[in-house]
Structure formats: C-alpha cells, structure tokens
C-alpha cells in the first residue's frame, strides 16, 4: 500500500489537532533500524550514529495514515537500487527525501521512488543526510515539528530552514557515485539528482553551488519553494513539480521556474491541480501521480536514458 510522505502526515496532523485535539490520535513509535545495503559517505566518521527511526502512525475517525522516518542523523550515507544490468541505461539519480531537514521520509521519499527508477533501467542512491538536531522524546519533537512546518510559510522561511550539512553530503555522494561508476554502470556525466520537499531544496542547493562537474547534471525540484533564486549561466537543467494546492507554497508563484528560463536553461514545470504537498510517487485519484512517469520522459528527451556501450556491458 503507497503511504503518504511524512510531511503531509505532519500537516494533516497539525491540522487534525487545531480541529479536534481529543480526537486526533498520533503516535510516534521506536522502531529497529532497517537493514539496508547503506555505503558511508565518510568512511572516516565515527560508526557509531545518533540516529533514531520511528513509525508514524495518525488516526481520526476513518483516516490511517503511517511511515517511517529516520531523525537525528549524523552519519550520511547512500543506499544504491540498481536496475537489472540488462536493463540499465546508464544513468544515475540521488534520491533526497525530505522532512524539513528534521526528519527524512525514507520510504515514499526515498525507497519507494528509488526502486520505481531502478525498474525504469535508472540506477539509484537513496541519501541519507545530516538533520538539524531535535528532542529525542517523541511528545517534544511533535511541538518542534509542529513550529517549524508553522515557519515554513511566512515570508523568508527559505533561508531559515536549512542545513548546510545536507547540501555537502549532496555533492560527496554525487562524487562518490561518479568515482565508483563502473562498479555502479552509470555514466559519470549523467549522475543527478531528485528531491522532495527539502530534499529539493538540497538538490537545488547542489546545483547552484556546486562547481562545474561536481554539480548534478540535471535536477527534479520535487514540491519545493518556488521562490525565485539566482541561476548561475551554467545550471543543470530542471525538472519542477508542485500541486496547485500545495500547503505550504501555494501562494508563492512559479518565479523559480521563471529564473531559469530567464536564465537561458532548461526547465520543465508540471503544476498538477491536487496533491498537496508531500504527494511522493503521487497522490492516488489526481494527476500527480504522473511525476515519476513525466520525470523519466523528461530524462529520455534529453538523452539521459540512452544506454551507451561503456555502459551496457
């Protein structure tokens, strides 16, 4: 069953507790990490980790929303989903979940979308990057959380929420990727990346300081801030997708999109009528769920999924 991402949950929790607090039952539980064929972005680093996952559960009246989340990461890392070698096409792509750089939605955000690639020919790297910091205890961390989804509306929010941490661990993995590309059958010129939430934030954060090739060569800005930004003459190209009635950046326009184009480089826009924010793969019964499909249409125009004998063997 597709489970929504956690930030939507977040949101329809926020919303279901202003409603009717005594009704609205949210629970987050302590749950054993799962086993996952992870690589350390920093060999270096410490093995030990303060990393905590849970499972997201949300109940009012007939609705049962549940995930998974990791928080409080300290140790980044990438977990490849390779396509089948006869199927591969060569081409690479960092999944980055978001969560507003609290929390990361592994499964809708990260797992889900990076085994859809990997059947697709596309190989995938789901990241796991640094978070700011929060209360371990589960009731605090729901009053954090609540504050900050509350701040990602209000005018400047962008340049607030952030960590920078999440934007190095971005391009690390990207290299790391481009240096192992044998191993992983992929073309180091056609690694990029595709985010959501502030996973997009931190994609796009990679392609406007990154430097030259260590950039991603091509981003998906998946329901990010469409606030305008500066767009160096050298961008990748951009994938953008948001529903019209997103709820935290409904209100804010398309100029990001506009500041590519005005830039002279590439740029896709798909602004789907519902989904909200959060939709993931998509929001069943609208149009979002088009995104992967759209994304990948995209990538093969531009010639991204065309496999080349270097990488075919």
Known sequence: MKRPALTTLVLTTLTLAIAAPA??????????????????????????????????????GQLHMENDIVRNVTRPTITPYLPNPAKATGAGVVVAPGGAFLQLSMVSEGEEIARWLAAQGIAAFVLKYRLNESPRDAKAYGTFMGQRMAQATKPGAVDQIKEPRATQDALTALAMIRSRAKEFRVDPARVGMIGFSAGAMTALSAALEGQGDARPAFIGYIYGPMTTVTVPADAPPMFAAIAMDDGLFKKQGFAIADAWRNARRPVELHAYERGDHGF?????????????????????????LTATPATAR
Do not use: C
């Open 23 to 60: 009704a609205a039952q949210m629970q987050l539980t302590p749950i054993a990490k799962p086993k996952l064929a992870e690589i350390p972005l920093y060999p270096s680093a410490k093995d030990a980790d303060n990393e905590q996952w849970e499972h997201y559960s949300v109940r009012y």
């Open 280 to 304: 993931g793969a998509g929001r069943p019964g609208t149009t979002s769920t088009g995104v992967l499909p759209q994304f990948a249409d995209w990538l093969r125009m531009h010639g991204w």
